[in-house]
């Protein structure tokens, strides 16, 4: 008995922070380059979730082929918000306030729209792996298994990609000193573009893998990125080696808190634990300050 | 300045600019005006077939509009991104309600401790927040938000009504009075929380603590070298906006006699922040000119019904991107060019704070 609530809490942890770190690899990301607190990373979740939804529902095709699908619909739909709300103000006085309330608008929107779609009944989403282990009396999902390699596996790659690449090179010039970049000739506006549409796919890649746990409806998004936020101010805003330590980290301690205190402590467990993080080290696990980001 | 002309100048009082001291030159004919306007519209309305409507309609006109008018002075003014408005307007809400329903207590009085709670509520979430930068703000504010959503459908029973909220709350005593009368009798109890609120936050704006707030969102760094302290004057700030807010919850809970977890919804956000957006971000005018469209606009795409938030959403987020300024400023800058007095010569200079920025 003893030990498998052990083992719940410690899975359950493993799972959910290997999610909430790959929401919030997203949201990071954006942060620290485009110095944009994206309020529709929720809405891209769901977007790439309901869009696996309807290629699996409605053109009766497997979840595998469902998911490259909802990823590009998702990162599609970042680019396109990118292109519509995002690029006209960059640069200009009131970019903080334009973009907090363009998101969370466009957010709302997604919501609404999916609400009018797909009505507001909870969808299931089939795993991708079907099957499970049992672990001293603790069901452990093949499902689960791979959520948390595909996480573990795009961190390592998102971190390669900064480091190694030319593109990466590029999204870590502009994030540390735009006109510097500018005058390097590195295409700032596209740059942006770009770590939009990635942190936009995987937060659909998220919404794919994570929806066979959480059901689907219209306002599923906003928990998730609740969550994300939350990791990622623990980690350090613009740090993705912070999204990683810290969801593993949040995730942990709130599957410890639900399966020891119960489910209604969780949510208010790490809001405290966050209020403290931020009341001893403001800048967050990982977090840089003003200067270096990403 | 010479040290003479100094001296000859303390006796009198400085002349005050005009811009920041506007109750000095606001004719109180006009302002005396509406508010008898104001009293007397409701028993013109209530003799209309659809006049008890216009009234309910009003009534909820002037809550929206003291919450979006209290969201407006910390978004907007503040530069302070609370996205906690909604849950501000639930604590008052169960506040008085609980007070009420559970505990018997009567309205009037119970009410008064839903802006002392929604205060308190906001102290505690200001005092870990507003020290840090505005992203943080958001991300802690939205937490509070779902923290309280959650609190509230899964919360102890006399809270959470079972998790639809409280549904039988009773209602304002008004003694034995027919049903005109007593709509009458609660369009007043809004139009007067209206008017306060209204007042206050109108001289709050203009007062130092106004100009320091809005000094500080338009430039931190010199703000505070100026000697602004920046926590204290954001706390007073969030504290005076969730006061009102508190307020108007406690009377939605009272006058639709419950308040269901409903509030928390997403769609009741994009209303509340359409009409910032809408009216005028960081104007006096423009929540009350959005609420006033907002709500208009409601009954008029009554008929659309889902698409509604859907297309809420999207002319919000076009609006903050490309026309940020919003209704009022525009309307303002019409009337002052074709019907309004002429311009002094001594260079009104277009001093409009404007909208947003660093």
Redesign the interface.
């Known amino acids: 008995m003893y030990n498998t609530q052990l083992v719940q809490a410690v899975w359950g942890g493993i799972l959910f922070g290997s999610v909430y770190g790959l929401m919030a690899l997203g949201l990071t990301l954006v ?1 620290g380059a485009v110095r944009l ?1 994206n ?1 529709a990373h929720g809405a891209i979740f769901i977007v790439g979730a309901y869009t696996a939804y309807w290629v699996v529902s409605t053109l009766h095709l497997p979840i595998l082929a469902a998911l490259p699908v909802g990823v590009v619909v998702a990162a599609t739909f970042a680019g396109v918000m990118h292109v ?3 690029r ?2 960059i640069g200009k ?2 970019f ?18 999916a ?2 779609i797909f009505n507001p009944e909870y969808k299931v989403v089939p795993p991708v792996l079907g099957g499970s282990h049992n672990m001293v009396g603790v069901q452990i999902t093949n499902q689960g298994l791979l959520v948390v390699a595909t996480s573990l596996a795009l961190f390592a790659l998102v971190y390669l990609f900064l480091t190694y690449s030319r593109q990466g090179m590029a999204i870590r010039a502009v994030s540390q000193q735009r006109d510097a970049a500018s005058l390097m000739s590195i295409p700032v506006v596209r740059t942006y573009g770009v770590v939009i549409a990635i942190s936009g796919a995987l937060a659909g890649l998220a919404g794919v893998l994570l929806s066979p746990f959480f059901f689907l409806n219209p ?1 599923s998004g ?2 998730p990125m ?1 969550q994300a ?2 990791v ?2 623990f980690g350090g ?1 613009g740090s993705v080696r912070g999204a990683l330590v810290a969801g593993f980290v949040l995730g942990i301690f709130e599957s410890f808190v639900e399966v020891y205190l119960g489910v ?1 402590w969780a ?2 467990g790490v ?1 405290l634990l ?2 403290l993080m ?2 001893v080290r ?1 800048n967050g696990l990982f977090g840089i300050g003003e200067v270096r980001r990403l | 300045m010479s040290v003479p002309a100094a001296v000859g100048a303390a006796p009198a009082r400085p002349q005050a600019d005009r811009e920041a001291a506007p109750w000095r030159r606001t004719s109180l004919g006009t302002v005396g005006g509406v508010l008898l306007l104001g009293l007397v519209l409701p028993w013109l309305l209530v003799r209309l077939d659809i006049g008890n409507f216009l009234v309910v309609l009003l009534i909820l006109f002037f809550m929206q509009a003291v919450v979006a008018q209290s969201w407006n002075l910390i978004m907007g003014y503040g530069g302070i991104y609370s996205f906690a408005q909604v849950a501000l307007f639930a604590v008052g809400g169960w506040t008085t309600g609980v007070l009420a329903h559970s505990l018997g207590w009567n309205p009037f009085a119970s009410i008064l401790f839903a802006p002392v709670l929604a205060t308190a509520a906001a102290l505690l979430i200001g005092l870990p927040t507003l020290r840090l930068r505005g992203t943080y703000v958001v991300l802690l504010t939205l937490a509070f938000h779902e923290l309280s959503r959650v609190f509230a459908i899964t919360g102890p029973r006399f809270i959470s009504g079972g998790g639809y909220g409280l549904t039988i709350v009773p209602g304002f005593p008004l003694g034995n009075v027919g049903n005109d009368q007593r709509l009458i009798y609660l369009y007043y109890i809004a139009m007067g929380i209206f008017s306060v609120a209204t007042f206050v936050i109108w001289r709050v704006i203009y007062s130092p603590l106004g100009v320091a707030v809005t000094a500080l969102r338009d430039s931190e760094t010199y703000a505070v070298s100026r000697g602004i302290d920046q926590f204290r004057v954001r706390l007073v700030l969030f504290a005076i906006s969730a006061f009102f807010t508190g307020l108007a919850g406690g009377y939605m809970t009272h006058y639709s006699t419950g308040i269901s977890t409903s509030v928390f919804d997403l769609s009741r956000l994009i209303d509340l922040l359409a009409m910032i957006v809408i009216g005028g971000w960081g104007t006096f005018m423009g929540p009350i000119l959005g609420a006033g469209i907002v709500i208009g606009l409601d009954q008029a795409l009554v008929g659309i019904g889902d698409f509604r938030a859907l297309a809420e959403g999207v002319i919000v987020a076009l609006i903050a991107v490309f026309a940020p300024q919003g209704l009022w400023p525009t309307l303002r800058r019409i009337y002052d060019r074709y019907l309004g007095p002429e311009p002094e010569p001594a260079g009104q200079a277009e001093a409009d704070p404007t909208v947003g920025g660093e």
């Open positions: 942060w607190l309020l519509l709300f995002i006209p103000v006085t009131g903080d306030n334009a973009t907090l309330v363009a998101t969370i608008g466009l957010s709302i929107s997604v919501s609404a729209a609400l009018i306002s906003f928990n609740i936020l939350i990622t101010i805003l209604a949510l208010p809001f966050i209020i931020l009341i403001p």
